[in-house]
């Protein structure tokens, strides 16, 4: 069974916008992380500009599925700009600068870092989030639920 390392590379790669080359990935996807198959099966068999159309009617639909972790936590208060730098702060601690398009919070990037560093401690702290983020995928009856489930299986119980 791969590390848990590749997961969360993977992962972060499928709750990417779907662009020209993520159809490439999907057979190294496939192979590096079989907790994802369901979710990349989905994806081969779907074509571009469906699947495209698709994640943008998922994630670009307000907050309700929302890739941004604080706002699960702390919606568009003044606390989420300390949430904000408090993952920015994590992220230089274990020298790393973000310089990413999204902001630091973005869960794509979140599971980049944790691929990277092995530190569990941003999703482990927004686990909250994750589970309420994947109830609603479940609902809305996409397989980007089967993603979010997977990263959750890896995770410590506890608060």
Known sequence: MPSDTVLYQAAALCLIYPDDDFRARLPLLREAAPQLREFVDHAALTPAPELAAHYVQVFDSGNRHSLYLSRWRDDDTRRRGMSLAHFKD??????????GEELPDFLPAVLEFTSRTGNLGLLAEHRTALARLSSRLSDFGTPYASVLDAVRATLPTGS
């Open 90 to 99: 994590l992220y230089r601690a274990h020298g790393l600068e973000f310089t």
